[in-house]
């Protein structure tokens, strides 16, 4: 497990959250009396489905906030706290500490190409990934940008930040701190290098501006299916993000 490394900071969105890989409250049935087999009622009955389904969500479109980040060059300084920075180096180095720290134990790797298609500079929603170190690349050096905050994974479900986050549950098992929009942050990867996420960096992406990029992937053969936690920022805390290079 990855421990919080500091103080707990949320300010103004410390409010209840919930692990957004779990079902929506929106996916459970209404039921309609009275409606018999008479086709008004029927109507009437998907109507009130529809409402009560966007009542669920909580937040309207004309609430929801747009955070412009700026995105900074991914450099292993700067990168330092969400991951690391691979760039090339000669023929023959041995392996040292600026190579990239894998953690491929739990699970078989996945090593494959993903093509990935008109992914603007906007989101929000951000995942990651409990038991793998997640390695991200553009193969042909695209420029591309990736979404991130620090791991947030905690022990068990016991306690709360003094802004009052609690711990929630991830269908994976694990427990974890809601991600604070305000310590969210943009990198730009430029050129020939790859990015290795530590354990349990959230992470939003990749987004790029061309039509559509590959990339490399290394992580486990079923990280997408079992350990896949995801937050949305929209409908949690009312915050999309637009990424400004």
């Known amino acids: 497990m990855i421990h919080l490394g500091r103080p707990c900071i949320l300010g103004r969105f410390g409010r209840s959250r919930r692990d957004a890989s779990a079902p929506s409250p929106s996916t459970h049935l209404l039921h309609c009396g009275g409606g018999g087999s008479d ?22 479109e004309e609430e929801v906030r747009v955070v412009t980040l700026r995105a900074v060059e991914a450099t292993s300084e700067s990168f330092a706290p969400f991951g ?26 996945r090593f494959y ?6 992914r603007p500079l906007k989101f929000w929603r951000i995942t990651h990934h409990a038991s793998v170190t997640q390695c991200l690349g553009s193969i042909g050096g695209e420029d591309w940008y990736l979404g991130v905050a620090k791991p947030s994974i905690v022990d068990g479900a016991h306690g709360q930040c003094s802004d009052g986050r609690k711990p929630v549950q991830a269908r994976a ?70 990424i400004k290079d």
């Open 113 to 118: 190409i993903m093509r990935l298609k008109n």
């Open 173 to 242: 098992g694990h427990y974890y701190l809601p991600p604070d929009p305000a310590e969210v942050k943009v990198f730009r990867v430029s050129g020939s290098k790859f990015l290795k996420l530590h354990i349990g960096t959230w992470h939003a992406g990749p987004q790029f501006k061309a039509d559509a990029v590959d990339f490399y992937n290394l992580e486990l053969s079923n990280t997408n299916i079992v350990d896949h936690t995801t937050h949305d920022f929209k409908k949690d805390d009312a915050v999309t993000f637009v």
């Open 84 to 109: 690391q920075v691979i760039a090339a180096s000669p023929d023959g180095d041995e392996f040292a500490p600026h190579g990239a720290q894998l953690d491929l134990s739990r699970g078989i790797p």
């Open 39 to 60: 086709s008004g009622g029927a109507v009437l009955c998907a109507k009130a489905a529809v409402r009560s389904a966007h009542a669920m969500e909580g937040v309207k």
